[in-house]
């Protein structure tokens, strides 16, 4: 089932790796959803870090999935696939995916979320990529309590300021890294009880003060390799590093062993990306159970940083990769250019 549709969609693509001008408009056919999908008319998307890494060349999509960029979206089911039983054409849903960057995308009807109650479209399409890599991490690999401390790095991104919401949810202290004094200002106005200037001040320090040389129980760490051994020291007893990027040049970083054995630590790491449907649905499940409602009480809000219209998306790539945004980078598919 679906409504009237054109023929031929645009879609943002990075056929050339390069910096931000490599993120190009094409023209491609509407895709048509199979058994168990929906086709989308996309309202909104986002602009994500495996977007820009994608564009370099250095993270191709998973086997069999569409070269288009974007890891979610918000729009309007405009089609049915075969027993897809739940959903009807009109509703208004938000999505993880891949190649949301398009006025239509089809998406299995198991990754699909309905837009919370009072949010717009450019609000839903900054939630689904970011909280879902927040509560895997925080909720489900990481079992975070409610009497735990938590450090966020990379606070002011667009993952960072859901997991720093999503921490303070749950009731647990957060600290968290920026690099800037507005960017930290902004940590704290969302839930984080320490914000640290990584430009001025040591986090490894400042958390021993903050924990008075306790350590924290939780890190989230965007940052990777550069990070590694100083947030080995900076966990408590029994404490857990999970590891969700990497921004260094090199990927290697070394490990006291010593320390981890003294302190009976534990590193996780994980992407969320080339996981299997079947692996994404438990996830999307998780958020629609624990997290939907904390928009609706008001718990969580969308932290949204710019809006570009999908023609300027090598724009919105340079304002992600330079590091000044706080939040979330949204493309508008109903503005113009």
């Given at each position: 089932?679906?409504?009237?549709?054109?023929?031929?969609m645009?879609?943002?693509?990075?056929?050339?790796?390069?910096?931000?001008?490599?993120?190009?408009?094409?023209?491609?056919?509407?895709?048509?959803?199979?058994?168990?999908?929906v086709?989308?008319?996309v309202?909104?998307?986002?602009?994500?870090?495996p977007?820009?890494?994608?564009?370099?060349?250095?993270?191709?999509?998973?086997?069999?999935?569409?070269?288009?960029?974007?890891?979610?979206?918000?729009?309007?089911?405009?089609?049915?696939?075969?027993?897809v039983?739940?959903?009807?054409?009109?509703?208004?849903?938000?999505?993880?995916?891949?190649?949301?960057?398009?006025?239509?995308?089809?998406?299995?009807?198991?990754?699909?979320?309905?837009?919370?109650?009072?949010?717009?479209?450019?609000?839903?399409?900054?939630?689904p990529?970011?909280?879902?890599?927040?509560?895997?991490?925080?909720?489900?690999?990481?079992?975070?309590?409610?009497?735990?401390?938590?450090?966020?790095?990379?606070?002011?991104?667009?993952?960072?300021?859901?997991?720093?919401?999503?921490?303070?949810?749950?009731?647990?202290?957060?600290?968290?890294?920026?690099?800037?004094?507005?960017?930290?200002a902004?940590?704290?106005?969302?839930?984080?009880?320490?914000?640290?200037?990584?430009?001025?001040?040591?986090?490894?320090?400042?958390?021993?003060?903050?924990?008075?040389?306790?350590?924290?129980d939780?890190?989230?760490?965007?940052?990777?390799?550069?990070?590694?051994?100083?947030?080995?020291?900076?966990?408590?007893?029994?404490?857990?590093?999970?590891?969700?990027?990497?921004?260094?040049?090199?990927?290697?970083?070394?490990?006291?062993?010593?320390?981890?054995?003294?302190?009976?630590?534990?590193?996780?790491?994980?992407?969320?990306?080339?996981?299997?449907v079947?692996q994404?649905?438990e996830?999307?499940r998780?958020?629609?159970?624990?997290?939907?409602?904390?928009?609706a009480?008001?718990?969580?809000?969308?932290a949204?940083?710019?809006?570009?219209?999908?023609?300027?998306?090598?724009?919105?790539?340079?304002?992600?990769?330079?590091?000044?945004?706080?939040?979330?980078?949204?493309?508008?598919?109903?503005?113009?250019?």
């Amino acid at each position: 089932m679906t409504t009237s549709l054109p023929t031929e969609m645009r879609c943002v693509i990075a056929p050339d790796p390069g910096g931000p001008e490599a993120a190009v408009i094409a023209h491609r056919p509407v895709p048509r959803p199979r058994a168990g999908e929906v086709l989308v008319r996309v309202r909104a998307s986002s602009v994500s870090r495996p977007d820009t890494i994608q564009r370099q060349g250095l993270y191709p999509p998973p086997p069999g999935a569409p070269d288009v960029l974007g890891l979610e979206l918000a729009g309007e089911i405009a089609g049915l696939g075969a027993d897809v039983e739940d959903w009807q054409v009109g509703d208004q849903v938000c999505a993880l995916t891949i190649g949301g960057n398009a006025d239509f995308c089809v998406v299995p009807a198991a990754l699909l979320l309905p837009v919370p109650d009072g949010l717009t479209m450019l609000e839903a399409a900054s939630l689904p990529e970011n909280l879902c890599t927040a509560w895997d991490a925080i909720v489900r690999r990481g079992h975070v309590r409610g009497d735990e401390t938590v450090l966020v790095h990379g606070g002011s991104s667009g993952l960072g300021s859901m997991a720093i919401q999503l921490a303070t949810a749950l009731g647990a202290s957060v600290a968290t890294t920026a690099g800037s004094e507005a960017k930290t200002a902004f940590c704290r106005e969302l839930g984080a009880d320490l914000a640290v200037n990584y430009h001025d001040v040591d986090f490894l320090e400042a958390v021993k003060e903050w924990t008075s040389g306790r350590g924290v129980d939780f890190i989230v760490d965007l940052v990777g390799a550069d990070y590694m051994q100083r947030n080995l020291q900076a966990l408590a007893l029994d404490g857990r590093l999970s590891v969700l990027a990497n921004l260094a040049e090199d990927s290697v970083a070394p490990v006291d062993l010593r320390v981890m054995l003294r302190r009976r630590l534990t590193i996780k790491a994980a992407t969320l990306k080339a996981r299997s449907v079947e692996q994404k649905a438990e996830v999307i499940r998780g958020l629609r159970t624990d997290v939907w409602p904390l928009f609706a009480s008001g718990a969580m809000k969308p932290a949204i940083d710019s809006v570009f219209p999908l023609g300027e998306v090598a724009a919105a790539h340079a304002q992600l990769e330079s590091s000044q945004h706080m939040g979330k980078i949204v493309l508008d598919l109903t503005a113009e250019v």
